[in-house]
């Protein structure tokens, strides 16, 4: 089955420091990538969607120029958390459409960031 | 815009009892989709319903959508430890079947002895 591939699953990173977490579309092309965050006990909010190719749309209230996001190629999207801060620690989750059945969605397994 | 609620958002069950999880939502919805979250993991697909009237069924879950209430129910027959876990539905809007997701505030089920 489709597989959406995310690294890494955890890091823990300085204040001020960048941070980038990759997902990897493995069989099949994903040419939207929608990511979301999830602070504990809460539901997924999206911050962003992705389209390989053209800039991302970033959700109400999400930050451009904080929460980088490209998709370059037809397998990679990334986000690029800059100039991290402590607020900003929480369970990021990409997620591709899976377009060849009509329906549904793979997930990656997340990534658990966590800003000392 | 689309909302997603759902209800309850604690669930405390004891094992082989039944119970049911409410997803209501504000528009109408190309899709509903239930998933599970176990701690510390990404999400696990469990069902989705495309049309009106659809019923599917895994194991001891089974879910249904009416769109004419805007509802869809999750079903949880004799329960088991191994539900433990929390629950969320999620639906899709905007004219696309490939629309960004609009996630209910979950479920949390616990299931004891």
């Given at each position: 089955?489709?597989?959406?591939?995310?690294?890494?699953?955890?890091?823990?990173?300085?204040?001020?420091?960048?941070?980038?977490?990759?997902?990897?579309?493995?069989?099949?092309?994903?040419?939207?990538?929608?990511?979301?965050?999830?602070?504990?006990?809460?539901?997924?909010?999206?911050?962003?969607?992705?389209?390989e190719g053209s800039k991302a749309t970033y959700e109400q209230g999400v930050e451009k120029d904080k929460f980088l996001i490209n998709h370059a190629s037809l397998t990679l999207s990334t986000l690029t958390v800059t100039s991290a801060h402590?607020?900003?620690?929480?369970?990021?989750?990409?997620?591709?459409?899976?377009?060849?059945?009509?329906?549904?969605?793979?997930?990656?397994?997340?990534?658990?960031?966590?800003?000392? | 815009?689309?909302?997603?609620?759902?209800?309850?958002?604690?669930?405390?069950?004891?094992?082989?009892?039944?119970?049911?999880?409410?997803?209501?939502?504000?528009?109408?919805?190309?899709?509903?989709?239930?998933?599970?979250?176990?701690?510390?993991?990404?999400?696990?697909?469990?069902?989705?319903?495309?049309?009106?009237?659809?019923?599917?069924?895994?194991?001891?879950?089974?879910?249904?959508?009416?769109?004419?209430?805007?509802?869809?129910?999750?079903?949880i027959t004799a329960a088991v430890h191994d539900l433990s876990a929390t629950y969320f539905c999620a639906g899709n809007a905007g004219g696309t079947s490939y629309g960004k997701l609009t996630f209910g505030q979950g479920t949390i089920l616990?299931?004891?002895?």
């Amino acid at each position: 089955g489709a597989v959406v591939s995310q690294h890494p699953s955890w890091v823990i990173c300085k204040s001020g420091t960048s941070v980038k977490i990759e997902c990897r579309s493995l069989d099949f092309q994903a040419t939207t990538m929608f990511w979301y965050r999830q602070f504990p006990k809460q539901s997924l909010m999206l911050m962003a969607t992705s389209n390989e190719g053209s800039k991302a749309t970033y959700e109400q209230g999400v930050e451009k120029d904080k929460f980088l996001i490209n998709h370059a190629s037809l397998t990679l999207s990334t986000l690029t958390v800059t100039s991290a801060h402590p607020e900003d620690s929480s369970f990021y989750i990409c997620s591709a459409p899976q377009s060849w059945q009509g329906h549904g969605y793979t997930f990656g397994s997340g990534t658990r960031l966590t800003v000392v | 815009e689309l909302k997603v609620e759902q209800n309850p958002l604690f669930l405390s069950m004891q094992e082989g009892k039944n119970y049911t999880i409410y997803c209501n939502y504000s528009t109408t919805s190309d899709r509903l989709y239930w998933y599970r979250q176990d701690p510390g993991k990404s999400l696990e697909s469990l069902f989705v319903l495309l049309s009106n009237g659809a019923v599917k069924q895994e194991g001891r879950l089974m879910a249904s959508l009416d769109t004419k209430a805007r509802l869809s129910t999750l079903h949880i027959t004799a329960a088991v430890h191994d539900l433990s876990a929390t629950y969320f539905c999620a639906g899709n809007a905007g004219g696309t079947s490939y629309g960004k997701l609009t996630f209910g505030q979950g479920t949390i089920l616990t299931v004891h002895p």
